[in-house]
């Protein structure tokens, strides 16, 4: 099943959350893929207090080292926030003004359907399209990233003393 198959015909909620777990668990891939493969990156992740447990911190940490650019970071931020609305209240919707605002802002991929095109379906314009089509994006931009990153893992280091 497909990101596409997963996130189609659900509700606004679980449209977010989806969309929002799905790219969580890239980032942890492609954080793993980069740091060096040993027991003290396993607890980064899952020990009681793992510091790398979070969605936000794995944002941060993927940022912080380069392995997300600037715009999709920014994006990964709103997905995150529009998630934790839809989490924390259940009349949270598209409609609302502070998720209409997050959803809007969001660009990644968006300057490819910029350009009028009659055979665009893409309601850039429909809070609820708009976040559909950037997570959209988002997925198929991480889709091979924890491949890529792997090339460039850190490796152990003998620093001198």
């Given at each position: 099943?497909?990101?596409?198959?997963?996130?189609?015909?659900?509700?606004?909620?679980?449209?977010?959350?989806?969309?929002?777990?799905?790219?969580?668990?890239?980032?942890?891939?492609?954080?793993?893929?980069?740091?060096?493969?040993?027991?003290?990156?396993?607890?980064?992740?899952?020990?009681?207090?793992?510091?790398?447990?979070?969605?936000?911190?794995?944002?941060?940490?993927?940022?912080?080292?380069?392995?997300?650019?600037?715009?999709?970071?920014?994006?990964?931020?709103?997905?995150?926030?529009?998630?934790?609305?839809?989490?924390?209240?259940?009349?949270?919707?598209?409609?609302?003004?502070?998720?209409?605002?997050?959803?809007?802002?969001?660009?990644?991929g968006v300057a490819e359907l910029e350009t009028p095109n009659e055979t665009?379906?893409?309601a850039l314009d429909d809070p609820r399209e708009r976040f559909s089509f950037?997570?959209?994006n988002l997925v198929l931009n991480f889709y091979n990233r924890a491949h890529?990153?792997?090339?460039?893992?850190?490796?152990?280091?003998?620093?001198?003393?």
């Amino acid at each position: 099943m497909t990101f596409l198959d997963k996130t189609r015909g659900e509700t606004d909620r679980g449209r977010a959350l989806v969309a929002a777990s799905v790219i969580e668990e890239m980032l942890e891939e492609v954080l793993k893929a980069f740091l060096l493969e040993n027991s003290a990156t396993k607890k980064l992740f899952e020990s009681g207090n793992a510091p790398l447990s979070t969605f936000s911190a794995k944002c941060s940490m993927s940022r912080a080292l380069g392995l997300v650019s600037a715009e999709e970071y920014r994006d990964i931020e709103f997905v995150r926030k529009i998630r934790n609305a839809f989490a924390h209240s259940i009349l949270t919707s598209f409609e609302d003004n502070q998720i209409v605002s997050w959803a809007m802002a969001m660009k990644v991929g968006v300057a490819e359907l910029e350009t009028p095109n009659e055979t665009s379906e893409v309601a850039l314009d429909d809070p609820r399209e708009r976040f559909s089509f950037v997570t959209t994006n988002l997925v198929l931009n991480f889709y091979n990233r924890a491949h890529y990153v792997r090339s460039h893992r850190l490796t152990e280091q003998n620093w001198p003393l």
